[in-house]
């Protein structure tokens, strides 16, 4: 990818269950953005946020599995965009604590969602601090070093984060400022207008804080009950309806086409039953979300490959990071007591962090002699953890080429399968075969790099 391209930066806060809201409001509008050709898109999820809303480990560790689930399952692919766990990039803590020594203390005492705490408690009569962390206070520079380490041009938001966007722009130029170089592109706010705001099952924002979302992969039948849930007015079926006021509609509007939502309209001034209007819902929404559901639900059931895909793509976002935090620590003077402040050293200290990465993240596969005469051969993954054994053979060139094969077969699952049936113990159980692919699938992608190299 190249980085002329306009980067776009989306974070989603692992606090909670998807809901409908969440998918009209943000999944799907970002997943169609994350198909541009002129853009690099970074999405993440943000697990150390999440420490801020939430004091309760297993639903950060679900929340994450619930919400990687489901951006993948509605589309979102791994191999076209940065898509990471923010707490998988160390070098964003490291760049927090960067920005907190040139941040104003003045310009958090400013930041909404502290000044509404302090509000709080002095209307409750209060000490202004109580029940404030330190981490709600810091929150707008963890967001900070969530934009600026992959020097992101744009995060799209609502207009309640569009101070948090201004706050980056600041931390960073202050920056750059004190440190005398552009270390930093300041991001824009991308005020998302057109994206629809889903109401309630009682008519208020869908939102967890009310208690009245429609979680997104409630099984048919619990969405249709959810459905038959939502408030509406006393009138008869027979009355014209207000289609304009009416949530129920404001939700139909929302999945279907212009075509659909004209021919409700025209159901609503006609004087549709409320009971029809909800199965005409729960029928458009569920016919959109029925094969995605199945894919989630794929997903879901195998955490340790959601796994395998956010290390890969912290690998991936982790090349654009380590360069970056390598020149900002030379910057700041955390650098090698020989070293000088001149820009070669800077480049020389941050293409040798890269290649330490990319070589040190890297699954290995070692053929060996044992004891016994017999030649085998071993694939560890970036770990270490034993991946594959082989079993035994009488010349080190059928474990070779065997080896190689596995190799050259990379991502291809049906003829990685076809050889651990000639390679692996017999009798023996193999690891997971997403596992064993995955980690191929990196070899031959390495060996393909060097190979381009060579030319």
Same mark, same amino acid.
């Given at each position: 990818?190249?980085?002329?391209? @306009?980067?776009? $930066?989306?974070?989603?806060? &692992?606090?909670?269950?998807?809901?409908?809201?969440?998918?009209?409001?943000?999944?799907?509008?970002?997943?169609?953005?994350?198909? =541009?050709? %002129?853009?690099?898109?970074?999405?993440?999820?943000?697990?150390?946020?999440?420490?801020?809303?939430?004091?309760?480990?297993?639903?950060?560790?679900?929340?994450?599995?619930?919400?990687?689930?489901?951006?993948?399952?509605?589309?979102?692919?791994?191999?076209? !965009?940065?898509?990471? =766990?923010?707490?998988?990039?160390?070098?964003?803590?490291?760049?927090?604590?960067? $920005?907190?020594?040139?941040?104003? /203390?003045?310009?958090?005492?400013?930041?909404?969602?502290?000044?509404?705490?302090?509000?709080?408690?002095?209307?409750?009569?209060? %000490?202004? %601090?109580?029940?404030?962390?330190?981490?709600?206070?810091?929150?707008?520079?963890?967001?900070?070093?969530?934009?600026?380490?992959?020097?992101?041009?744009?995060?799209?938001?609502?207009? %309640?984060?569009?101070?948090?966007?201004?706050?980056?722009?600041?931390?960073?130029? @202050?920056?750059?400022? $004190?440190?005398?170089?552009?270390?930093?592109?300041?991001?824009?706010?991308?005020?998302?207008?057109? !994206?629809?705001?889903?109401?309630?099952?009682?008519?208020?924002?869908?939102?967890?804080?009310?208690d009245n979302t429609i979680p997104l992969w409630l099984p048919a039948k619990d969405l249709k009950k959810a459905i038959l849930g939502i408030v509406?007015?006393? @009138?008869?079926?027979?009355?014209?309806?207000?289609?304009?006021?009416?949530?129920?509609?404001?939700?139909?509007?929302?999945?279907?086409?212009?075509?659909?939502?004209?021919?409700?309209? =025209?159901?609503?001034?006609?004087?549709?039953?409320?009971?029809?209007?909800? +199965?005409?819902?729960?029928?458009?929404?569920?016919?959109?979300?029925?094969?995605?559901?199945? @894919?989630?639900?794929?997903?879901?059931?195998?955490?340790? =490959?959601?796994?395998?895909?956010?290390?890969?793509?912290?690998?991936?976002?982790?090349?654009?990071?380590?360069?970056?935090?390598?020149?900002?620590?030379?910057?700041?003077?955390?650098?090698?007591?020989?070293?000088?402040?001149?820009?070669?050293?800077?480049?020389?200290?941050?293409?040798?962090?890269?290649?330490?990465?990319?070589?040190?993240?890297?699954?290995?596969?070692?053929?060996?002699?044992?004891?016994?005469? /017999?030649?085998?051969?071993?694939?560890?993954?970036?770990?270490?953890? !034993?991946?594959? +054994?082989?079993?035994?053979?009488?010349?080190?060139?059928?474990?070779?080429?065997?080896?190689?094969?596995?190799?050259?077969?990379?991502?291809?699952? &049906?003829?990685?399968?076809?050889?651990?049936?000639?390679?692996?113990?017999?009798?023996?159980?193999?690891?997971?075969?997403?596992?064993?692919?995955?980690?191929?699938?990196?070899?031959?992608?390495?060996?393909?790099?060097?190979?381009?190299?060579?030319?």
């Amino acid at each position: 990818m190249s980085h002329d391209k @306009r980067r776009i $930066l989306t974070g989603i806060t &692992t606090s909670g269950t998807p809901h409908l809201g969440n998918y009209v409001g943000a999944i799907r509008p970002a997943i169609a953005a994350s198909r =541009r050709a %002129d853009a690099e898109s970074f999405y993440f999820l943000a697990d150390y946020h999440a420490l801020i809303k939430t004091g309760d480990p297993a639903r950060v560790q679900q929340s994450t599995l619930e919400i990687a689930a489901s951006w993948l399952a509605c589309g979102l692919d791994p191999d076209k !965009v940065f898509f990471y =766990r923010q707490s998988d990039i160390p070098e964003i803590p490291e760049l927090t604590w960067f $920005l907190t020594c040139v941040t104003a /203390k003045g310009l958090l005492n400013r930041a909404h969602a502290y000044k509404a705490a302090v509000d709080a408690n002095e209307t409750a009569s209060e %000490d202004a %601090d109580a029940g404030i962390t330190a981490g709600l206070y810091m929150y707008p520079v963890l967001m900070a070093a969530d934009i600026l380490i992959f020097n992101a041009h744009e995060v799209p938001v609502g207009r %309640d984060q569009i101070q948090h966007i201004e706050m980056a722009r600041d931390i960073g130029q @202050r920056f750059n400022h $004190l440190y005398g170089n552009e270390y930093f592109t300041l991001p824009a706010a991308k005020i998302e207008e057109n !994206v629809a705001t889903l109401p309630g099952t009682d008519g208020r924002k869908m939102s967890k804080s009310y208690d009245n979302t429609i979680p997104l992969w409630l099984p048919a039948k619990d969405l249709k009950k959810a459905i038959l849930g939502i408030v509406t007015d006393s @009138r008869a079926p027979g009355e014209p309806k207000d289609a304009d006021g009416s949530n129920l509609f404001a939700i139909y509007q929302a999945f279907a086409s212009a075509e659909e939502a004209a021919a409700m309209r =025209r159901a609503f001034d006609d004087g549709i039953a409320w009971g029809d209007a909800k +199965q005409k819902l729960f029928e458009r929404v569920d016919a959109e979300l029925a094969p995605l559901r199945e @894919r989630y639900d794929a997903l879901a059931a195998r955490p340790e =490959r959601i796994e395998e895909l956010l290390h890969a793509g912290a690998r991936k976002a982790r090349e654009r990071s380590v360069p970056l935090l390598a020149r900002l620590r030379h910057a700041v003077g955390i650098r090698a007591l020989g070293a000088k402040g001149v820009t070669a050293d800077v480049a020389t200290a941050a293409t040798k962090a890269a290649v330490d990465l990319h070589a040190a993240k890297l699954p290995v596969l070692k053929s060996y002699r044992e004891a016994d005469g /017999k030649f085998y051969f071993k694939l560890a993954g970036a770990d270490g953890a !034993v991946l594959l +054994q082989s079993r035994a053979f009488d010349a080190p060139k059928d474990a070779g080429m065997l080896a190689a094969a596995l190799v050259d077969a990379g991502d291809d699952a &049906t003829a990685v399968s076809g050889l651990l049936a000639r390679c692996a113990p017999v009798g023996e159980p193999v690891q997971s075969i997403d596992t064993i692919v995955s980690a191929l699938a990196q070899l031959k992608a390495d060996k393909l790099a060097k190979l381009v190299g060579k030319d």
